[in-house]
């Protein structure tokens, strides 16, 4: 991070310092149009900020603010005190979410990261037309944050760039970067799993999206071996591909089975059963 940005890591350090003692140590997609019946519950696109280097709202950031609204209320039930956006783009995400969980007023903290410089100032500028705050800083997915975070984020949203390209494309300047995965689409998204999974508090929630290229049963059988649940919350296909939108959660029945999986023939067929029922009945979009 530059001097700038840990002056703002530094800013938002006594507020979470504060959360410590009151949290449990615990292929590019098309635009498209919100649907009006998530206008209420969301960011007004009309107010979200653009800037020809950050990527704009599209069917993916759609897709996975629907999802949270379908979600909304296991949001409001966890009473999150900290969310965290990896990845915010114009910030029509983190701005959403924030919306959805306005009532439980200044309870809960939001931040914000993107490695694009333009993207912070976008975001940040689409949170002040909604009257949000939050704490937006320029890193790599985490980078400088992971100490002061460990164990605290109650709830992760992330779009990731997950769309197959050449290896050499990752992480260049400008917009590209919101969008090049590397092989398969998988390479920053498997930097960002870890990352992730430290942060997250014992009753934390991950919220990503991922590309049918991406193997997105794949995703979930990574993470289960690390002691998470996953669940399916939607799929949506559009023109040029198919999108899901993941969630993940410790469980620790979950940490006893990964742990034994090795030992029991019948232990992945269980947990996979519920996301081949999925793949076979959502066929079109949720």
Not at 168 to 193: F, H, M, P
Request: charged share 20%; net charge negative; hydrophobic share 40%.
């Amino acid at each position: 991070m530059s001097a700038g940005d840990s002056a703002a890591v530094s800013a938002v350090e006594g507020k979470l310092s504060e959360l410590s003692t009151s949290c449990d140590l615990r292929t590019l997609p098309r635009r498209g149009k919100p649907a009006s019946a998530r206008t209420l519950n969301t960011a007004q696109i009309p107010l979200v900020a653009s800037h020809p280097e950050v990527y704009e709202p599209c069917d993916d950031s759609f897709a996975l603010v629907d999802a949270l609204l379908s979600d909304k209320g296991q949001l409001l039930t966890l009473q999150p005190s900290l969310c965290l956006e990896v990845g915010c783009g114009s910030g029509y995400v983190i701005t959403s979410l924030a919306i959805m969980l306005r009532q439980l007023g200044s309870g809960t903290q939001y931040l914000a990261t993107d490695i694009n410089q333009h993207a912070v100032e976008t975001t940040q500028a689409t949170l002040e037309a909604h009257g949000i705050h939050a704490d937006v800083i320029a890193t790599d997915i985490v980078s400088g944050l992971e100490k002061r975070l460990a164990g605290m984020v109650d709830v992760v949203v992330v779009n990731p760039p997950y769309v197959p390209t050449p290896e050499e494309e990752i992480g260049i300047k400008g917009i590209a970067a919101s969008w090049a995965g590397g092989l398969n689409g998988r390479q920053v998204i498997d930097r960002i799993l870890p990352a992730v999974r430290e942060l997250l508090s014992e009753k934390g929630c991950l919220y990503m999206i991922a590309l049918e290229d991406n193997d997105p049963l794949g995703i979930c059988h990574l993470m289960n071996e690390k002691g998470f649940a996953s669940r399916v919350l939607l799929k949506r296909c559009t023109e040029e591909e198919s999108l899901y939108v993941l969630k993940f959660w410790q469980d620790a029945a979950v940490s006893t089975n990964a742990s034994q999986s090795g030992k029991s023939p019948g232990s992945e067929s269980s947990w996979l059963s519920p996301f081949r029922s999925f793949w076979h009945k959502n066929g079109s979009s949720s």
